[in-house]
């Protein structure tokens, strides 16, 4: 059975979808993009203020649904800028401690102008 997750913790989807589904012990969210759930508004407009914003996003979501960070088994990264690397790479090593399976790309644009987004798939234990 697959379960919707869902938290005002975390922004509203902004489309036909929800912030995560959760099927058997896997959790698998929806992108989260550096959007303050309070307001609504982009937060930040350099790399570090927003990649903070989605790790903080994600936490909520994952807190919903009973999992965190820890157990994230895969990550993937969407960046508009690779240049963003590296200081994008800082921001992640805090949050990513257990160092899960990655992908990082550069894509040509992402929802609201964003300089990054973040999905991942993790267990609930």
Do not use: W
């Not at 995560?20 to 759930?37: C, E, H, R």
């Amino acid at each position: 059975m697959i379960k919707k997750i869902n938290t005002n913790q975390a922004p509203e989807a902004i489309g036909p979808y929800s912030q995560a589904t959760l099927y058997g012990n896997m959790l698998f969210t929806s992108g989260q993009i550096p959007v303050d759930p309070k307001t609504g508004e982009i937060v930040g407009d350099d790399i570090e203020t927003q990649a903070k914003q989605v790790m903080e996003n994600l936490a909520a979501v994952l807190k919903e649904a009973g999992s965190s960070f820890e157990k994230v088994v895969k990550a993937t990264c969407f960046l508009k800028d690779m240049n963003d690397f590296a200081k994008f790479n800082e921001v992640y090593a805090k949050y990513f401690t257990s160092k899960p399976a990655r992908s990082c790309v550069a894509v040509k644009s992402l929802p609201k102008d964003v300089l990054c987004e973040v999905e991942v798939i993790a267990v609930i234990e």
